[in-house]
């Protein structure tokens, strides 16, 4: 999600990198900065433009074009550290924090500061958040630490409290269809209002997924969510497809579906009862925080479908 360039336009990070580039001009910089971006809304995009405005030493930085710059972007700064989750666990464990906190011990190839991203922070699991906490107060050879998070507040009190927080407002949709639109000239006829009803305001998410192929699973989804109510859905073999492929992608359709449902109740159309509504709700949104875990995703799936299957059998009595 990183593929933009370093002088990419995103409006709704604006504040951030003005309020970054004040705060090191004026000396103020911490150690640590919270970048309170979810990876859709351009959070490691502004923390690798903040890492390149960190090594760039053109008048204009980040210039985006000398090598310091294309360094950063290609990630062959070796000033520039960055953690991530190891694939099978989805976690950020503590033998990286610890190979991290070595690494900054080094002397700065290029003699400045040394970076490092984390990201997504959420995903530091307990050891590894509590081997952090002394390198946030004082990295070694006064590196700059960059937690980037969409969801500052699943990170332990004691690591946010360390950080400086770097704040972005979440972009509105008229402004992230403009952006997609400006992004992709030609995509007059992509629904992007429908793929960010799914994905949630999340416009570099949008840009990264099939817009017409997330409409035909979204058709796919709620077809199947009418026939779940009506009792025609084979739940089992639904939830063993969905809980394989698109799970996420599925949980949000279902979300929206449910949500678009309680709406309609609200405008006086009954039929299911809102408390089985808001529990299925509840069902999903628990599901949709299992999608980088290693729950038992069709399982996940079948309790959710079971639920509104139920419910509208119930209804029909
Ligand atoms: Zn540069």
């Given at each position: 999600m990183t593929a933009?360039?370093?002088?990419?336009?995103?409006?709704?990070?604006?504040?951030?990198?003005?309020?970054?580039?004040a705060s090191l001009a004026a000396g103020r910089l911490g150690h640590a900065l919270l970048v309170q971006a979810s990876p859709g809304q351009g959070?490691?995009?502004?923390?690798?433009?903040?890492?390149a405005r960190m090594f760039c030493r053109k008048p204009a930085a980040p210039c985006g074009a000398c090598l310091d710059c294309r360094r950063v972007v290609a990630g062959e700064q070796?000033?520039?550290?960055?953690?991530?989750?190891?694939?099978?666990?989805?976690?950020?464990?503590?033998?990286?924090?610890?190979?991290?906190?070595?690494?900054?011990?080094l002397t700065a190839h290029g003699g400045g500061r040394k970076v490092a991203i984390l990201a997504p922070a959420e995903r530091l699991n307990r050891n590894a958040a509590n081997a952090l906490l002394k390198t946030l107060e004082e990295?070694?050879?006064?590196?700059?630490?960059?937690?980037?998070?969409?969801?500052?507040?699943?990170?332990?009190?004691?690591?946010?409290?360390?950080?400086?927080?770097?704040?972005?407002?979440v972009p509105s949709d008229d402004e992230s269809v403009a952006w997609l639109q400006a992004q992709r000239p030609g995509s007059s006829a992509v629904d992007w209002r429908a793929a960010l009803a799914v994905l949630g305001p999340q416009p570099l998410a949008a840009l990264a997924v099939d817009a017409a192929g997330l409409a035909g699973l979204?058709?796919?989804?709620?077809?199947?969510?009418?026939?779940?109510?009506?009792?025609?859905l084979d739940v089992v073999e639904t939830a063993e497809r969905w809980g394989k492929d698109e799970y996420a992608l599925r949980v949000a359709c279902i979300e929206r579906w449910i949500a678009e449902r309680l709406r309609e109740w609200g405008r006086g159309k009954r039929g299911v009862a809102a408390p089985a509504l808001f529990e299925a709700l509840d069902h999903a949104r628990e599901a949709r925080q299992w999608a980088e875990t290693p729950v038992n995703k069709p399982l996940a799936m079948?309790?959710?479908l079971w639920r509104l299957a139920t419910l509208a059998a119930a209804a029909r009595r």
């Open positions: 933009l360039p370093l002088d990419a336009e995103l409006p709704w990070l604006r504040p951030a990198q003005e309020a970054f580039t959070g490691e995009w502004l923390a690798t433009w903040i890492a070796p000033d520039l550290l960055t953690l991530r989750p190891i694939e099978d666990s989805k976690e950020i464990r503590i033998d990286q924090v610890r190979e991290l906190a070595a690494e900054l011990a990295p070694p050879g006064d590196a700059l630490l960059l937690l980037v998070t969409g969801e500052p507040w699943r990170l332990p009190v004691t690591v946010q409290s360390r950080c400086t927080r770097l704040r972005s407002r979204q058709r796919d989804t709620e077809r199947a969510l009418q026939d779940a109510m009506t009792g025609g079948e309790r959710i």
